[in-house]
DNA sequence: CACTTGACCTGTCCGC
DNA sequence: TGCGGACAGGTCAAGT
């Protein structure tokens, strides 16, 4: 899914688009997606208006003018897309997302919100993600969010508390722990391996064998490229859009991710595809020297 | 407890 | 063209 950029983009799109909206009815195409007693959910979300759009971690709460919100977690393939018909009028055919966002529902919509003629489509491939109305205050209770780490992008990290935070993870590969949400919340798949090239760290290294420099160089750069990643509209991969029905241009940035077989951007060498911890690795076997 | 592996699903791509 | 297997942005439960 989604990374932190990506949920990101997702959340101030949303936050734009739906702020001081109302939301009129849910229609619950799948129910494991939105698991909860239809009449309940009517009646919370019902002619209430949206008040906020909040990110924790990889996951999104839309918050409403009452004591509730709902809670979302986009997982591998979720999306969340906004299509307002009145505003469609101000594009010309052939806009960028018109084939993105025309023929929906389609067959991976799980759940569609009404706000007027709007409509909020919660689509998921894969079946994965998830959608929780809960009362405000316990949002954040869920096991989920009550054990994330600190965010990625939060202002309170410099080195050395970075470094810290995986002091419980010193016999993991360094790869593994950046993607444990517990010890640090936002990073996924893609920049974990495009920060770690981006810091000469060989995935496969051990916790205990990172030195604190290396940590600093780290903390940079995948800061970096969170921002970088965010100002381009994230990842498209393969499935993610904004709620726009856009796609991110980060890719074309990336030094590693899917560039299997490529040059590396600092050496030349090419760029090889491991696995590592469950999931495919991408890096330099030159500039990122193994353990 | 620390760490690894497989499961959850659908769709796509690659090799035979 | 068809078919089987591997793989895909994340997390969780169960295993060692």
Request: a positive charge.
């Amino acid at each position: 899914m989604p990374e932190l950029p990506e949920v990101e983009t997702v959340r101030s799109g949303l936050e734009s688009l739906l702020r001081g909206r109302i939301i009129d009815a849910v229609d619950q195409i799948w129910l494991p997606a939105f698991p909860a007693d239809n009449d309940l959910i009517q009646s919370r979300l019902s002619g209430y208006h949206v008040s906020a759009v909040r990110r924790l971690g990889k996951g999104l709460l839309i918050d409403l003018d009452n004591d509730w919100c709902l809670v979302i977690h986009l997982k591998m393939t979720g999306q969340l897309v906004f299509v307002d018909p009145d505003k469609e009028l101000h594009f010309g055919a052939g806009h960028p997302s018109d084939s993105l966002v025309d023929n929906l529902p389609d067959r991976s919509t799980r759940t569609v919100f009404h706000l007027g003629t709007a409509r909020l489509y919660f689509n998921d491939q894969r079946k994965f993600g998830w959608i929780k109305l809960m009362p405000k205050n316990e949002a954040q209770s869920l096991p989920f969010f009550s054990s994330l780490g600190p965010d990625a992008l939060t202002a309170q990290l410099d080195g050395s508390s970075f470094s810290a935070l995986f002091k419980r993870k010193v016999g993991s590969p360094i790869k593994a722990a950046l993607l444990d949400q517990t010890v640090i919340a936002g990073v996924g798949n893609i920049y974990a391996d495009e920060s770690l090239w981006a810091a000469s760290i060989h995935p496969g290294r051990k916790v205990r064998d990172i030195s604190q420099a290396e940590w600093n160089t780290l903390l940079v750069e995948l800061r970096k490229i969170l921002q970088l990643s965010i100002e381009q509209g994230g990842s498209s991969s393969r499935n993610y859009i904004n709620a726009e029905g856009q796609r991110g241009a980060y890719l074309d940035f990336a030094a590693v991710y899917k560039r299997q077989g490529l040059p590396c951007r600092r050496c030349t060498n090419p760029i090889i595809k491991i696995r590592l911890a469950g999931r495919g690795t991408h890096l330099c076997p030159i500039c990122q020297v193994e353990p």
